[in-house]
Nanobody
Framework: EVQLVESGGGSVQAGGSLRLSCAFDAYAPANVRMAWFRQAPGKEREGVAAIYSGDGSAIYTDSAKGRFTISQDDAENSVYLQMNSLKPEDTAMYYC??????????????????WGQGTQVTVS
């Protein structure tokens, strides 16, 4: 069974940065779309950024544009989320997701087949 392993969460002050990492712990197909979602207490899950490994195309939710960057390392089957200029409203549990079908990145959760366990990001 495919599993995603996340790391990199933590607590930072507003304006700070964090880098989240997500890796497959087993085989992953050559072309896969991966994404980061987040969920704050009492709020719905929100897609933050997504990338399609086939061509590196990426999309972001409006609140992440200009501050967050999603990237991939095909050799290590990993995806990263560099988060800069963090704000208190970025506080949430962040989840990595992977989808094995489709050829475009998407922020629709139902398009993803596998999910990580989540990593907490707290901005004060």
């Amino acid at each position: 069974e495919v599993q995603l392993v996340e790391s990199g969460g933590g607590s930072v002050q507003a304006g700070g940065s964090l880098r989240l990492s997500c890796a497959f712990d087993a085989y992953a197909p050559a072309n896969v779309r991966m994404a980061w979602f987040r969920q704050a207490p009492g709020k719905e899950r929100e897609g933050v950024a997504a990338i399609y490994s086939g061509d590196g195309s990426a999309i972001y939710t409006d609140s992440a544009k200009g501050r967050f960057t999603i990237s991939q390392d095909d050799a290590e089957n990993s995806v990263y989320l560099q988060m800069n200029s963090l704000k208190p409203e970025d506080t949430a549990m962040y989840y990595c997701a992977a989808g094995f079908s489709g050829i475009r990145p998407t922020l629709l959760a139902q398009r993803y087949d596998y999910w990580g366990q989540g990593t907490q990001v707290t901005v004060s």
